[in-house]
């Protein structure tokens, strides 16, 4: 089991503040699934705009914090390294369902499992969680790609 603290996550991830949407990995299981965390803290800038009356996490942010617990997953199995002339895109996205608010206080537990990978795409099933319920839900695809 791989276990990563912020420091090792920004090794990997080119996001810095404030679009880095993974805080700590508690296990990453090589070419198979990964669990991460992202704390929510009232500080972060959206929460200003959106809503001011009624904080809420945007939904496609949510949906960015599983890519990005996605990259991580692919970027440790393949042995990828950080600042090699490619960047990690989402090339798909598909049957998102969002089922309950995330709100300021809460931890977002981010799990993602490959479940395809064929000619450098990755298909992955994600779903983010909040006190054991279910957020989120997402099928993602990501690829590599020269820059």
Same mark, same amino acid.
């Given at each position: 089991?791989?276990?990563?603290?912020?420091?090792?996550?920004?090794?990997?991830?080119?996001?810095?503040?404030?679009?880095?949407?993974?805080?700590?990995?508690?296990?990453?299981?090589?070419?198979?699934?990964?669990?991460?965390?992202?704390?929510?803290?009232?500080?972060?800038?959206?929460?200003?705009?959106?809503?001011?009356?009624?904080?809420?996490?945007?939904?496609?942010?949510?949906v960015?914090?599983? &890519?990005? @617990?996605?990259?991580?997953?692919? *970027?440790?199995? /393949?042995?990828?390294?950080?600042? +090699?002339?490619?960047?990690?895109?989402?090339?798909?996205?598909?049957?998102?369902?969002?089922?309950?608010?995330v709100?300021?206080?809460?931890?977002?537990?981010l799990?993602?499992?490959?479940?395809?990978?064929?000619?450098?795409?990755?298909?992955?099933? &994600?779903? @983010?969680?909040?006190?054991?319920? *279910?957020?989120? /839900?997402?099928?993602?695809m990501? +690829?590599?790609?020269?820059?």
């Open positions: 089991m791989v276990v990563m603290d912020i420091h090792e996550i920004l090794k990997y991830l080119p996001h810095r503040y404030p679009l880095i949407l993974v805080d700590r990995v508690v296990s990453l299981e090589l070419g198979k699934r990964i669990h991460a965390y992202k704390n929510v803290s009232i500080n972060e800038p959206y929460f200003s705009g959106h809503f001011p009356h009624h904080p809420v996490m945007p939904g496609v942010l949510i960015e914090a599983l &890519a990005q @617990a996605a990259a991580l997953l692919t *970027i440790r199995s /393949e042995n990828m390294e950080k600042d +090699t002339g490619q960047v990690y895109y989402f090339v798909g996205i598909d049957a998102v369902r969002f089922k309950k608010p709100i300021a206080g809460d931890q977002l537990v799990k993602v499992e490959i479940t395809r990978q064929l000619k450098g795409v990755w298909k992955y099933t &994600a779903r @983010a969680e909040v006190d054991d319920q *279910i957020v989120t /839900e997402a099928q993602l990501c +690829t590599a790609r020269a820059i």
